[in-house]
């Protein structure tokens, strides 16, 4: 059974960078079938996509955050990483890694359980 | 600017059936796939319905999806509907679909559903 879990800070300044990591167990995180997104939540608001990869080629990233995310794949250690650069109080967030298929985009059928990210002076 | 929009509240009665929109702008959805996700903060979200009605092993038969709009009609639109209604139903709901022309997954703006 595949499951997802989210490691990183939780604690941030502003102007920092924020890196995470998502560590799949019981898949290979370089089957072709799945792709592996990062979406969060910020505080008040709604679920947010950031972006996906699908092995270590195709990478998607939202309109919105492309200028200052970095998604990444380390198959020796299965895991899916994120970086945001210049982070600022806006980025405060419940942050998710969860998989979708390559038939259904957009169907995340398995989600990690997420990790708080607090961004503040 | 691509959007779903979505009631931001509703609520029901136990027993009761709920429908909850979540309506297209600006761009066209017509082959496009709607999911809905059930979300509980301080719980994974849990998919619900993929390619518009499809459901997952795990989710009740009460819980039911559907689209409407032909391909290059603008403003269709897709709904969850819950048939039914427990306490336990008690979440967000959320839309989501993939926007071709930005090659992005967007999400409705929630719905809060109150079981009363």
């Known amino acids: 059974q595949v499951q997802l879990h989210e490691s990183g800070p939780g604690l941030l300044k502003p102007s920092q960078t924020l890196s995470l990591t998502c560590t799949v167990s019981?898949?290979?995180?370089?089957?072709?079938?799945?792709?592996w997104n990062w979406i969060r939540q910020p505080a008040g608001k709604g679920l947010e996509w950031i972006g996906r990869?699908?092995?270590?080629?195709?990478?998607n990233y939202s309109p919105s955050l492309k200028s200052r995310v970095t998604m990444s794949i380390d198959t020796s250690k299965n895991e899916l990483s994120l970086e945001v650069d210049s982070v600022t109080a806006a980025d405060t967030a419940v942050y998710f890694c969860?998989?979708?298929?390559?038939?259904?985009?957009?169907?995340?059928?398995?989600w990690g359980r997420g990790t708080l990210v607090t961004v503040s002076s | 600017q691509s959007v779903l929009t979505q009631p931001p509240s509703m609520s029901a009665a136990p027993g009761e059936r709920v429908s909850i929109s979540c309506s297209a702008t600006d761009f066209n959805i017509g082959d496009s796939y709607f999911t809905w996700y059930q979300y509980v903060p301080g719980t994974a979200p849990r998919l619900l319905i993929y390619d518009n009605d499809k459901r997952p092993s795990g989710t009740p038969d009460r819980f039911s999806g559907s689209k409407f709009g032909a391909s290059g009609s603008p403003g269709a639109s897709a709904t969850l509907a819950i048939t039914g209604l427990q306490t336990g139903d008690e979440a967000h709901y959320y839309c989501a679909t993939w926007e071709r022309s930005l090659s992005a997954v967007i999400f409705g703006g929630g719905t809060k559903l109150t079981v009363l």
């Open positions: 969860a998989r979708s298929s390559s038939q259904s985009w957009e169907a995340f059928d398995i």
């Open positions: 990869s699908h092995g270590t080629i195709t990478i």
């Open positions: 019981g898949g290979s995180i370089t089957s072709h079938s799945y792709y």
